[in-house]
């Protein structure tokens, strides 16, 4: 009955919102969950009824052999900076050339999900020039973690680019012996704050740390642009916490992205066999890895004790059973693709697909696929200066694609 009656409701939300959506049909997820046995804390929270914008659009493509494309980041005369995970910086000009690579970085560590990660570019760039990026670094013999650098980007007239007074600005601490779950996504805030998604590293250690405020392994982070610590971070001045630390219990944060009707900061994070996550991470809240998680862990059988929710921790506004490996998230709210205004739009690795969905204000009322025609690993999604949506795939020969209305 309660189904029914979210079903009825977001058919009236669809209605009103007048001829641009189509109505709610069945979810578009018709494979088994992974935890079959496991109950939603609420109507709505996964598998929600698929919405159609019912937007045509075509693909173009920016710029091609790219090296597992990471991430993608605007400047502001339109070029696109691109990392590529074996640890090359590039720009993509206008033309969809591409530079060689940015030099000045510091060493990277590129094996496994390591290497050179998310970007950011500093709200005051047209002053300053700074931009920032995320890495895998390896401090130790076989141990590694997820560290942020800054620098200036200074492109000579031959177009050659580098990367000056380059500060290590922050180090996830401790480092383990993995060479997985980095995180790694960079998302400034209004206020210059800047957050970074840290991962569990995906060893028993890391997971544990997961709940531990001494630890800054399955974190995210809020930290200044020179790497120093805001001093209304919510556990600054707490006996045996980290105090870069914003929330805990994460496991793999690949996607974020500030929702531009709130400000605040929306992400989306890896989970096993099942339970891929749509957060809004709030100050000191804890989203439960690894005591409550939905769907199993990868060899079978629950994860610890196989909860999905417990008091004191917060449950994700989404989820997705089987996975679609969620990586890259981006709101619409460009002019370019009217029907999507509002939309939240989600990469996809396994799912191989950007995951389109219809919100009500913090609520996920409608899920829509687009791009399966592609049948690519979607590594990060990014709303453009033009309207386009951008696109980076996943390949050791990535493409940088943008999404516009068909002609």
Not at 259 to 272: D, F, I
């Amino acid at each position: 009955m309660r189904s029914l009656l979210f079903t009825a409701a977001v058919a009236a939300l669809i209605s009103a919102c007048g001829p641009t959506l189509a109505a709610p049909g069945a979810p578009v997820e018709t494979r088994p969950a992974n935890g079959k046995d496991q109950v939603p804390a609420f109507a709505g929270q996964t598998r929600a009824p698929e919405v159609k914008a019912g937007v045509e659009y075509e693909v173009k493509t920016v710029a091609e052999g790219l090296a597992n494309p990471w991430g993608i980041a605007f400047l502001p005369d339109g070029k696109i900076l691109v990392s590529e995970k074996p640890g090359r910086l590039r720009i993509v000009g206008a033309d969809g050339a591409l530079s060689e690579p940015v030099a000045g970085l510091p060493a990277i560590y590129a094996k496994g999900q390591g290497g050179l990660l998310g970007l950011a570019v500093d709200p005051a760039f047209a002053k300053n020039g700074l931009i920032y990026w995320s890495y895998a670094e390896s401090p130790a013999e076989k141990m590694t973690n997820t560290a942020v650098a800054r620098g200036k980007l200074v492109v000579a007239a031959d177009g050659q680019a580098k990367v000056e007074n380059v500060q290590v600005i922050y180090h996830q601490a401790p480092s383990l012996q993995s060479v997985q779950h980095y995180g790694g996504r960079l998302v400034f805030a209004p206020d210059g704050k800047l957050f970074v998604t840290l991962g569990d590293r995906s060893v028993l250690p890391g997971r544990v740390q997961s709940q531990q405020m001494d630890s800054a392994i399955g974190k995210l982070v809020r930290i200044n642009a020179d790497g120093s610590i805001p001093k209304d971070n919510p556990f600054v001045g707490k006996a045996g916490a980290r105090p870069e630390i914003w929330s805990i219990g994460h496991r793999n944060v690949q996607g974020a992205a500030l929702n531009p009707a709130t400000g605040k900061l929306w992400t989306t994070e890896h989970g096993a066999r099942g339970g891929d996550e749509l957060n809004i991470p709030a100050a000191g809240k804890d989203y439960g890895w690894p005591t409550i998680t939905y769907g199993i862990e990868y060899q079978g059988g629950p994860v610890g004790a196989g909860l999905t929710a417990k008091d004191g921790m917060e449950q994700p506004i989404y989820y997705w059973d089987p996975v679609i490996a969620a990586s890259g998230l981006a709101f619409y709210d460009a002019a370019l693709f009217p029907k999507w205004k509002g939309s939240l739009f989600v990469g996809g690795l396994a799912g191989k697909s950007v995951t389109r969905l219809t919100l009500d204000g913090e609520k996920v009322v409608g899920e829509e696929r687009i791009a399966t025609e592609l049948n690519e690993r979607i590594r990060d999604v990014v709303v453009g200066p033009d309207g386009a949506l951008y696109l980076a795939t996943d390949s050791a020969e990535g493409r940088i694609l943008k999404l516009v209305p068909k002609s």
